[in-house]
Nanobody, 115 residues
Framework: QVWLVESGGGLVEAGSSLRLSCKAS????????IDWYRQAPGQERELVAT???????SYSDPVKDRFTISRDNVRRTVDLQMNSLKPEDTAVYYC?????????YGRGTQVTVSP
């Protein structure tokens, strides 16, 4: 069974930093692309950052140059370092993997950025 567990969210002021972590089990972690998504109230879920098995990364325009995604294949974790946070970054953040043609998400971690 595939499990994705996010942690590290919280309430911070604008300009602060947070580091989210996603722990994965039930997949061959090292060969899978892992993503972070977010969903703000009343909005659709959107892709934030992606890291491939080879370590290549990509980011959505709103977070480029502020967020950094990384992976540790030994610990089976994918982290999202978020700097210079803005109120518009407020959302529930989800870890995602597509494994054997199915999409899996964790339960999410809340990030709230106050002005």
């Amino acid at each position: 069974q595939v499990w994705l567990v996010e942690s590290g969210g919280g309430l911070v002021e604008a300009g602060s930093s947070l580091r989210l972590s996603c722990k994965a089990s039930g997949i061959n972690f090292s060969i899978n692309t892992i993503d972070w998504y977010r969903q703000a109230p009343g909005q659709e879920r959107e892709l934030v950052a992606t890291i491939t098995s080879g370590g290549s990364t990509s980011y959505s325009d709103p977070v480029k140059d502020r967020f950094t995604i990384s992976r540790d294949n030994v610990r089976r974790t994918v982290d999202l370092q978020m700097n210079s946070l803005k109120p518009e970054d407020t959302a529930v953040y989800y870890c995602h993997v597509n494994f054997r043609t199915r999409d899996y998400y964790g339960r999410g971690t809340q990030v709230t950025v106050s002005p």
